[in-house]
């Protein structure tokens, strides 16, 4: 939050942002419309946004879901300031805020989606416009209808060669590419973080992928879906082997750990795998990769341009790794996360109905930016916050001052280029709030409040000081609650894993389990696992709060989690090749002490549960795994303090 994301600069999304806004508000303005034109204004900068790279299916998705989120929010409070009266507001926000933190822990998208009806709600009953309910709402839909159309039509130029498939193609062959990395890093300080980037880089493309079999617009391209479905799971085949080569933690030679990259040649030529490593199977992991880049060099012959397809033939691996492992609204964390938005929004919402009788919508829209857990460090998000806007109110007084007022060209001159530096201002916070910052005081000078933005200083400071008073509560404000249960969810889902694929045998000698529902649930472990780290992350810059309370060594638990994850995937690939499996005994054990550690994360070990016991003694994998729980327990146990090794890695 406190220094800026490096990226390319996206030049199309602001050729998008310049034309999204501002000639909306052009037009409204020239119809002698200037609230419609406002609030269609106001829906194609919020979609602007959310506008973010990626497939255009994933545009849709990203920008198309908030965007209805918003009218539906903007229709309720718009109903609300006409039925009841002004102070109802106070309740109304409490009941949406709470809502809009407790779908915030479903994912990026859904938290998108639930601050943009928490401030659509806000500004519906906070911001006196002509008209109905239903109209404004369809103004506002109709804005970010028009952002999702620009973002299907101006895209960024396609490479020769390129199809309609382009964007998930590359995602598929940003898998390969980063696998080579992670190869290219065992057994080295970087691994772990390369670990992290190649499980990153399969949750984009099984988004991509997934996006593709459910949106049939645009267009599907028939057979080089599927070949390009049959590539990726075979990425995630190989993807599988390299965790327990990491888990292994022995270097690789140079020629396997560049082999995917020709891989991902393949994928963004549609060609074939071509010459790969050659096997050297001297121990059960590298049998278990040997044996995927195989798999992978079959399917990627098969599935070459011009080759006849064969769907159902060999052993596929479906994509698609979602498995309903979600957190839902109604856990510990989201009746935590509800609370706080709820709390911090309603109060500020009090505070402004006392201090004006109409425009009073900034200060709980500002709480809302603020006070969303998922979005980083509360701290750093009120000194930057309280900074852009500084900036923006500075950067609009100057424009009038210099310009002796402002007139309808030059407001939609300044929306026009501050909706050009929206995509740009992503990469901090205080820039994106200055950019915000002018657009919505060009919005609201269109509608008629030419006095704002000297007010806006005072009410995002007392939103500021709320939030940060409000949100540091001891009831609200647990890290027990958001870390301990996001840690809690990456057990189960790996209790479920190894429950999964240490069935009973057929009687041939194998696995009787399915390769779809095995990755879907080894995907959701690892999804879990990164909203975790990211949760202990956030928790481990933020203010100690004046309330006190225990703070766990959230960075220590990360590092065993994921030893834990790795372990459990290693003993599945060493049992499928050939390493003798773990008796019913010993698998039950090892589950249960994932289950009731969870329970006891879950709560954050307010009721005593007894500490993992020894792990299996004919089971590398499963003995690591049970190590590093009990490592987990030691450092989040309510009256530990002792540093632990649990993070070392180290095995017996």
């Known amino acids: 939050m406190t220094r800026p994301r490096r990226a390319p600069v996206p030049r199309t999304a602001m050729v998008r942002g310049a034309l999204g806004a501002g000639p909306l508000l052009a037009a409204g303005v020239a119809l002698g419309q200037p609230g419609p034109g406002v609030l269609a204004a106001l829906g194609a900068m919020l979609a602007g946004v959310n506008d973010r790279p ?27 300031a006409e039925a009841a009266g002004r102070w109802a507001a106070v309740p109304v926000l409490f009941l949406v805020g709470w809502v809009s933190g407790a779908l915030s822990t479903r994912g990026a998208v859904w938290s998108a989606a639930a601050l943009q009806m928490l401030v659509t709600t806000t500004i519906g ?30 895209r960024a130029p396609r490479s020769p060669g390129a199809t309609r498939s382009s964007g998930e193609r590359e995602a598929v062959a940003a898998v390969f590419d980063a696998l080579a990395d992670a190869l290219g890093a065992l057994g080295g300080p970087g691994a772990p973080a390369a670990r992290r980037r190649l499980i990153g880089a399969q949750q984009q493309a099984d988004e991509a992928l997934r996006l593709m079999r459910l949106l049939p617009w645009p267009r599907r391209s028939g057979g080089a879906d599927h070949a390009l479905a049959a590539r990726f799971g075979s990425g995630l085949a190989l993807c599988e082997a390299s965790i327990a080569l990491l888990w292994e933690g022995r270097p690789v030679p140079d020629a396997v750990a560049e082999g995917p990259r ?55 691996r479906a994509t698609g790794t979602h498995s309903g492992s979600r957190p839902g609204p109604f856990t510990p964390a989201g009746r935590e996360y509800g609370l706080r938005v709820a709390l911090c929004v309603s109060v500020t919402a009090a505070v402004a109905l006392l201090l004006h009788e109409d425009h009073w919508y900034w200060l709980p829209a500002t709480a809302a930016f603020l006070v969303k857990p998922d979005m980083g460090p509360l701290f750093s998000r009120v000194v930057n916050r309280f900074a852009g806007t500084v900036a923006g109110v500075l950067a609009f007084v100057a424009l009038m001052a210099a310009l002796g007022g402002l007139g309808a060209p030059v407001v939609v001159a300044a929306v026009v280029v501050a909706g050009a530096l929206v995509p740009l201002s992503l990469r901090h916070f205080a820039f994106q709030t200055a950019v915000i910052t002018v657009l919505v005081l060009s919005f609201v000078h269109t509608a008629g409040d030419t006095e704002a933005a000297a007010s806006r200083l005072l009410e995002t400071f007392l939103a500021c000081v709320i939030v940060l008073l409000v949100g540091h509560l001891p009831l609200v404000a647990d890290p027990r609650v958001r870390v301990g249960h996001r840690f809690a969810v990456t057990l189960r889902c790996t209790e479920r894993y190894l429950r999964h694929v240490l069935d009973a045998p057929d009687p041939a000698g194998g696995r009787q389990r399915d390769d779809a529902r095995g990755l879907a649930l080894r995907g959701a472990v690892y999804r879990a696992l990164a909203e975790a780290r990211a949760a202990a992350e956030t928790v481990a810059v933020e203010l100690p709060g004046p309330f006190g309370g225990r703070h766990h060594d959230w960075s220590a638990v990360t590092v065993a989690a994921e030893l834990v994850v790795d372990a459990a995937t290693a003993c599945a690939l060493r049992v ?5 499996r773990p008796s019913s005994g010993e698998v039950e054990r090892v589950t249960t002490a994932l289950s009731v550690l969870a329970d006891a994360l879950e709560d954050g070990h307010r009721t005593a549960r007894p500490a993992p016991g020894p792990g ?5 994998s499963l003995r690591d795994v049970m190590t590093q729980l009990h490592g987990i327990h030691r450092l989040t146990a309510v009256g530990s303090a002792e540093p632990s090794t649990a993070g070392s890695g180290a095995r017996p």
């Open 576 to 580: 499928e090749n050939g390493v003798p």
């Open 125 to 154: 009953m906070g911001m006196p416009l002509a008209g109905p309910a239903w109209l404004k709402a369809l103004c506002f839909l109709s804005g970010a209808g028009w952002l999702v159309l620009l973002r299907l039509l101006l």
């Open 262 to 316: 020709g891989l991902a040649a393949a994928v963004r030529s549609g060609g074939p795998a071509g010459t790969l490593p050659s096997a050297r199977p001297d121990t059960a992991e590298r049998l278990a990769f040997d044996r995927a880049v195989l798999e992978a060099a079959v399917v990627f012959d098969r599935t070459t341009a011009g080759a006849h397809p064969a769907r159902g033939s060999g052993r596929s």
């Open 616 to 620: 299996p003694r004919d089971c590398r």
């Open 54 to 80: 990626g497939t255009r299916r994933k545009g849709l998705v990203h920008i198309g879901l908030p965007a209805v989120a918003g009218a539906l929010g903007l229709l309720a409070g718009a109903l609300v």
